[in-house]
């Protein structure tokens, strides 16, 4: 088939746009004409004529098209009661309060915009056309624009979750933002149940169906309940430097999430260091209480360090989630330590009570599709500021943490892993019972858990990773440390270096980290390797 016009100029326009020319029966030939035609409409030839299609043998046919004149823009008289004057601007540059102006060839574009804002403001029936088409000048044209929603705005009469009774309802009002009487915006709605696949507890099965009744909108919303819980073990051993004996030290960390159906997260977490530390850290935190956007964290902390001392750590906040990433939270917290040495004169070790205000604030985006390494990466920040209080003498402190880690995908198989964690405590004097710690897997690698004592510190944690399968992977351990402990007027960096990999077991996915801990005046050696092998099981 050959698709002519009625002069060159014009035969080239047709040429430009592109027709397919080879066809099994004269049906298809129709097709691809009237395909051509609407195309003509769409840039502006909307007088387009088919003059004839004329067979020429057994296997070819000639179609004229004769396409007039050209229309370039079209001014569209309109209702500003009804399309916002506002959102005009998105899709036209001359608006006035009775019209608009569109190019010809973006205007089925602009319809779509228009009619699909109209339909989520409630009218999710709305329909646009345009009325008393005529010519304005020799290639514009005007005409009016009619918009029919046909009832009234509708509203979410009524929400109901399917797969998952008693999923926790108040997460409906303030995480996924979705209540009833809100304006229908079918738009709006598939976004937020989106965000249900952020939360460790539930995740949505299909998209949200809607159920439109004569004078009422019931929403569905399909949800299942997920495995949350969480039992997380390490087993790490290395040699003593003094005995070049063979020690042993782990943790245990337990997570319950939403077993009360509540949305609730009871943690757990026990560790018993190669050094004689012992930690117990148990938290609560309970969302939207009494259907509030307010919800709670409670915090005891205990720290033990050999027959030194002893810390408590006591903290009660409230945060409020901003939406499905954000969450701010303040509060106070109360921290209590004892020297627990019979000689009272060592000055470094003193009995001390402190309160502090505390302000924080976290980003947290997961990706939980993917069970290797489900949290894509995470911010927070958080600060304290109060008073200590020892021997009667009060001085004013202030801390500082930071914690960012983000997993760069290179592709499907390679990412690197960055990790930053930093504290600094500031105040007029010290006492090595309240200064922080770090070290360890969860820290500089290569190092004793918890073996280093800092009035600042600041922890560089990089991996290189490389995905064997959807279950196994292998990576590389590059970690950088600087501390500061001013009571000892010490400053040091430290490195680590090292390998691991993780396989997904039916148990869970097993950890297995070797890595080798050095400071910066000090050669490598094999004896102050750390071998760190952890399971974490779902249940």
């Given amino acids: 088939?050959?698709?002519?016009?009625?002069?060159?100029?014009?035969?080239?326009?047709?040429?430009?746009?592109?027709?397919?020319?080879?066809?099994?029966?004269?049906?298809?030939?129709?097709?691809?004409?009237?395909?051509?035609?609407?195309?003509?409409?769409?840039?502006?030839?909307?007088?387009?004529?088919?003059?004839?299609?004329?067979?020429?043998?057994?296997?070819?046919?000639?179609?004229?098209?004769?396409?007039?004149?050209?229309?370039?823009?079209?001014?569209?008289?309109?209702?500003?009661?009804?399309?916002?004057?506002?959102?005009?601007?998105?899709?036209?540059?001359?608006?006035?309060?009775?019209?608009?102006?569109?190019?010809?060839?973006?205007?089925?574009?602009?319809?779509?915009?228009?009619?699909?804002?109209?339909?989520n403001q409630g009218f999710p029936f709305s329909k646009l056309k345009l009325s008393n088409i005529n010519r304005r000048d020799k290639d514009i044209l005007q005409a009016d624009l009619i918009v029919s929603t046909k009832d009234k705005k509708r509203t979410i009469d009524d929400i109901k979750i399917v797969g998952y009774d008693k999923f926790p309802k108040s997460f409906l009002k303030h995480y996924l933002k979705l209540k009833r009487s809100q304006v229908f915006d079918l738009t709006t709605i598939e976004k937020k149940t989106e965000e249900l696949n952020n939360l460790r507890f539930a995740n949505q099965v299909k998209a949200p169906e809607v159920l439109f009744q004569e004078?009422?909108?019931?929403?569905?919303?399909?949800?299942?309940?997920?495995?949350?819980?969480?039992?997380?073990?390490?087993?790490?051993?290395?040699?003593?430097?003094?005995?070049?004996?063979?020690?042993?030290?782990?943790?245990?960390?337990?997570?319950?999430?939403?077993?009360?159906?509540?949305?609730?997260?009871?943690?757990?977490?026990?560790?018993?260091?190669?050094?004689?530390?012992?930690?117990?850290?148990?938290?609560?935190?309970?969302p939207y209480l009494f259907n509030s956007p307010i919800g709670i964290d409670l915090n005891l902390r205990i720290f033990r360090k050999d027959s030194s001392f002893t810390t408590i750590d006591q903290k009660a906040r409230v945060n409020y989630q901003i939406n499905a990433l954000h969450k701010v939270s303040a509060g106070i917290s109360s921290v209590e330590s004892n020297n627990l040495r019979s000689d009272t004169s060592i000055i470094s070790l003193q009995d001390y009570n402190a309160n502090y205000y505390t302000i924080s604030y976290e980003y947290l985006k997961p990706q939980?599709?993917?069970?290797?390494?489900?949290?894509?990466?995470?911010?927070?920040?958080?600060?304290?500021?109060?008073?200590?209080?020892?021997?009667?003498?009060?001085?004013?402190?202030?801390?500082?943490?930071?914690?960012?880690?983000?997993?760069?995908?290179?592709?499907?198989?390679?990412?690197?892993?960055?990790?930053?964690?930093?504290?600094?405590?500031?105040?007029?004097?010290?006492?090595?019972?309240?200064?922080?710690?770090?070290?360890?897997?969860?820290?500089?690698?290569?190092?004793?858990?918890?073996?280093?004592?800092?009035?600042?510190?600041?922890?560089?944690?990089?991996?290189?990773?490389?995905?064997?399968?959807?279950?196994?992977?292998?990576?590389?351990?590059?970690?950088?440390?600087?501390?500061?402990?001013?009571?000892?007027?010490?400053?040091?960096k430290l490195f680590g270096f090292g390998f691991g990999f993780g396989i997904l077991t039916n148990s869970g996915l097993l950890k297995f980290n070797y890595a080798n801990g050095k400071n910066e005046n000090q050669s490598i050696k094999l004896s102050n390797s750390k071998i760190h092998i952890s399971l974490v099981a779902n249940f």
């Fill in 1 to 119: 088939m050959k698709i002519s016009g009625k002069s060159e100029s014009a035969n080239q326009i047709i040429d430009s746009i592109g027709y397919l020319k080879t066809h099994e029966n004269f049906l298809s030939i129709k097709s691809e004409i009237d395909s051509l035609r609407y195309r003509l409409n769409t840039i502006g030839y909307i007088e387009n004529r088919l003059v004839h299609i004329q067979k020429k043998n057994d296997s070819i046919f000639d179609a004229k098209i004769l396409l007039k004149q050209k229309f370039n823009t079209i001014y569209i008289y309109y209702n500003s009661e009804i399309v916002n004057q506002d959102l005009l601007n998105s899709i036209s540059e001359e608006i006035t309060e009775d019209y608009f102006v569109v190019n010809i060839e973006y205007l089925e574009a602009a319809l779509n915009y228009l009619n699909s804002d109209i339909a």
């Fill in 215 to 286: 004078d009422s909108t019931s929403l569905y919303i399909y949800v299942e309940k997920s495995k949350s819980n969480t039992f997380d073990g390490f087993l790490g051993f290395g040699t003593n430097d003094e005995t070049n004996k063979l020690e042993f030290d782990g943790f245990l960390n337990l997570r319950l999430i939403n077993n009360l159906n509540y949305g609730e997260i009871f943690s757990l977490l026990y560790k018993s260091d190669e050094i004689d530390q012992d930690t117990f850290d148990a938290r609560l935190e309970l």
């Fill in 368 to 492: 939980f599709y993917d069970i290797l390494f489900p949290i894509k990466s995470n911010f927070y920040l958080e600060t304290n500021f109060g008073n200590r209080n020892a021997s009667n003498l009060k001085t004013q402190q202030s801390m500082l943490s930071l914690k960012v880690f983000n997993n760069f995908k290179l592709n499907p198989k390679n990412s690197v892993y960055l990790n930053v964690d930093a504290s600094n405590l500031i105040s007029d004097n010290y006492f090595d019972n309240e200064l922080l710690r770090f070290g360890g897997i969860n820290s500089i690698r290569g190092f004793e858990e918890n073996s280093l004592f800092a009035s600042l510190f600041g922890v560089l944690n990089t991996e290189y990773r490389y995905r064997l399968s959807n279950s196994i992977y292998i990576h590389t351990i590059t970690d950088f440390a600087y501390f500061e402990n001013k009571p000892s007027n010490l400053k040091e």
